[in-house]
């Protein structure tokens, strides 16, 4: 277990976690966010009128949302990684029988489980460094949907790697491809045509024990322009085709 020393010191917000129902009754991330975003500046506007201070505003920034979107997170980590998230309070430590053992894993100042690594000294951005651990879940799949969304529906190998940037999520290629293979839109631009199914043959294409040319086929096309001297004159073309050969004259 690698602790790391601005993490040394835990610090919860003391918000509720948003109820996974909120999670589960909405296919859209963005309108689950702006739902916890309300409900937390109505929990500061009745902590704030309890405590007789300012009204805060309800104007919604980009930190509210992100904020919002740790909340949801850290609800799903404690019910998928609870005896993970007990033992890291605890010991410091995950069990020995978790999958999540291999990736040293840490609790951030917002309660997250992240993957701690080696990689804490290197000139990268704290979310790529320490990506946020998850695993098959209802908003692992909306926050998959929505990248798959933000870039303009790229192919599962670009999602999964644009996802994976800040998430380490377990089965995550496998998440990925059954998530980009339900967008519609994907499916219309880039689905093959069902190949159509064939007559079947004549039987004069079937004939044994026939001479070459007994059955043809005649393909005539034409006119073509050809100049000859200082004058244009049109010719045609035929080919015949042996049925049973495939030869051509």
Not at 13 to 25: D, G, H, R, T
Not at 61 to 85: H, M, P, W, Y
Not at 165 to 175: D, E, P, Q, T
Not at 227 to 241: A, L, P
């Amino acid at each position: 277990m690698t602790v790391l020393p601005e993490d040394a010191a835990i610090q919860v917000e003391n918000f509720p976690a948003p109820s996974l129902s909120v999670v589960q009754k909405y296919s859209s991330l963005h309108k689950i966010l702006r739902i916890v975003c309300r409900l937390r500046q109505v929990l500061w506007c009745w902590k704030a009128k309890k405590l007789k201070l300012p009204t805060p505003s309800f104007r919604l920034e980009a930190g509210d949302f992100q904020r919002a979107l740790n909340l949801c997170i850290r609800d799903v980590q404690r019910v998928e990684f609870s005896k993970e998230l007990r033992k890291l309070l605890k010991d410091g430590e995950v069990p020995k029988s978790s999958r999540t053992r291999i990736l040293t894993p840490f609790i951030d100042r917002e309660g997250i489980i992240r993957v701690g690594g080696r990689l804490h000294h290197a000139s990268m951005p704290y979310e790529e460094k320490h990506p946020i651990i998850l695993t098959d879940h209802e908003l692992t799949r909306l926050i998959v949907w929505d990248v798959h969304l933000k870039f303009n529906h790229c192919g599962p190998e670009r999602t999964f790697y644009e996802a994976g940037a800040r998430y380490w999520i377990f089965g995550g290629r496998r998440l990925t491809k059954r998530i980009v293979a339900k967008c519609v839109k994907c499916r219309r631009m880039f689905g093959k045509p069902m190949p159509p199914l064939m007559a079947r043959l004549p039987k004069h294409r079937l004939a044994d024990r026939v001479f070459p040319f007994a059955n043809v086929g005649i393909d005539f096309f034409g006119p073509f322009w050809i100049i000859i001297g200082r004058r244009r004159e049109k010719r045609y073309g035929c080919i015949f085709t042996c049925l049973v050969t495939r030869a051509v004259r």
